[in-house]
């Protein structure tokens, strides 16, 4: 009983704290969920504030010093701006860190799956309940 | 045990308390009073409570829909029946590669590839963040905040048009959002029924497709004061063997009257498809897969 208990408490916190309800554009078959690529730190040359979706682009230079160009998509500007992000979140020349789920065409680009700004703020770019913005059926 | 039991009550006070009483205090501070706050969309600031009863025929105002704020109720898509095909209807859905299969890269969504309009009915849910309603003498009208989009249905008793489509000399163009007209059935419902929409668009994202000959019916309920409610069938017998639900959304009343713009930008698909969505790839055998965030 006393767990029963813990356990709706827990779960409506969880509920009313993170099952924020946001859209997302686009599908997200063509990326590779089984690990996100680490990015420490990305230089930000560019952030589009954009719809459909904006994108983050970065320059990450890897253990060989070759610089490699980085394109991340996030979500449309209402569903970011409801996540805590704003055109200003990032800027060129901001030494961010990305994690991102890489295209299974082994391409440089990718969607986020999470972002710690410059001064250290951590943000994502949705949750795992949110519906698309065709509801439950997308898939 | 005891003192468990305790401990989850204080809990369950404490996330009471905080949603109740703090949040819309933070809210408080921080919107109410600047002028700002007029010009701009608060998703955290709703009325309390259902405002009192409904005023009779009357749906003026503009009003959040799902997708807005976490603290719009959603009906969406879960709602949506999965409709049975006609032989026709499934040779026409075979055309389709949605998004969700497809992605951007193999997509022909034309929405996602182009920003083309959505069209009437998927405009009636899809992005269905903001929508205001203004009644004039002889129509209402429905201004939608995705895409900067207007319907009018007509009130002045006309019947919708029998032929629209085909090569008939005084047959109608489809048009994006068809024809409607509008007729309330009691004072707090509306119904609206509209045809002859562009048979080019999709009724939603996985391509459920229709003819100009669909007929589709919307009720609108005012609950009350601060509430409303959108429910949606569609007939189009070509297509489908039987009338369905496309869903039931909710909405509700902005206490500032104002909404932020949103648009799907043609020219900003093309750089985001152009920079990513194209090299991404298209990868449909894969299993559908909701990635990112937490």
Redesign the interface.
């Known amino acids: 009983m ?1 767990r029963k ?2 356990t ?2 827990v779960a ?2 969880g509920i ?1 704290t ?14 590779d ?1 089984s690990k996100p690529v680490v990015l420490k730190p990305c230089m930000v040359t560019e952030y ?1 504030w ?4 904006s ?1 983050i ?1 970065c320059d990450y230079k890897d253990e060989s010093g070759k610089v490699q160009h980085w ?3 996030i979500g ?4 970011m ?2 996540l805590g992000w704003s055109r200003n979140t990032m800027h060129p020349g901001d030494a961010i860190t990305l994690y991102v ?1 890489q ?3 082994g ?1 440089t ?6 972002l710690v700004t410059a001064d250290g703020k951590e943000l ?5 309940k ?10 | 045990m005891r003192n468990r039991f305790a401990g989850a009550v204080v809990a369950l006070l404490a996330v009471f308390v905080f949603y109740t009483a703090i949040v819309p205090m933070a809210h408080a501070q921080s919107g109410q009073g600047d002028e700002a706050s007029k010009w701009k969309f608060n998703p955290q600031d709703f009325p309390k409570g259902d405002g009192g009863p409904a005023p009779k025929r009357d749906l003026t105002g503009t009003w959040a829909g799902p997708g807005s704020s976490p603290l719009v109720p959603r009906g969406g898509g879960r709602g949506m029946d999965k409709p049975e095909l006609t032989a026709f209807g499934q040779q026409m859905m075979s055309q389709a590669k949605p998004i969700g299969k497809y992605s951007p890269a193999g997509t022909n969504d034309p929405h996602a590839r182009y920003c083309d309009p959505v069209g009437f009915p998927q405009n009636a849910y899809t992005e269905a963040r903001g929508l205001t309603i203004a009644t004039m003498p002889d129509r209402v009208v429905f201004l939608i905040q995705y895409m900067n989009i207007w319907r009018e249905a007509y009130t002045d008793g006309r019947p919708l048009p029998k032929t629209v489509g085909g090569t008939g000399a005084d047959a109608l163009d489809p048009t994006y959002n068809g024809y409607s007209v509008g007729h309330w059935e009691d004072d707090y419902n509306f119904v609206v029924d509209t045809t002859g929409m562009d048979d080019r668009t999709w009724i939603n994202g996985q391509g459920m497709p229709h003819t100009v000959n669909a007929h589709v019916q919307e009720r609108y309920t005012r609950v009350d004061k601060n509430d409303l409610r959108v429910s949606l069938t569609l007939d189009d017998p070509k297509v489908y063997t039987k009338p369905w639900s496309l869903g039931t959304y909710n909405y509700k009343w902005i206490p500032n009257q104002k909404f932020d713009d949103f648009s799907c930008i043609p020219s900003q698909v093309i750089k985001y498809l152009n920079e990513l969505g194209d090299p991404a790839g298209s990868d449909p055998n894969a299993e559908g897969q909701r990635i990112g965030g937490r």
């Open positions: 006393m208990v813990l709706f408490v409506l916190a009313l993170i099952g924020v309800p946001v859209f997302a554009h686009h599908g997200d078959a063509a990326y969920e589009d954009m719809n459909p979706h994108l682009k394109v991340t998509e449309s500007t209402p569903s701006t409801l789920w295209s299974k065409t391409l680009v990718g969607r986020l799956n999470k994502t770019d949705r949750d795992n949110s519906p698309s913005r065709y509801g439950a059926e997308e898939k």
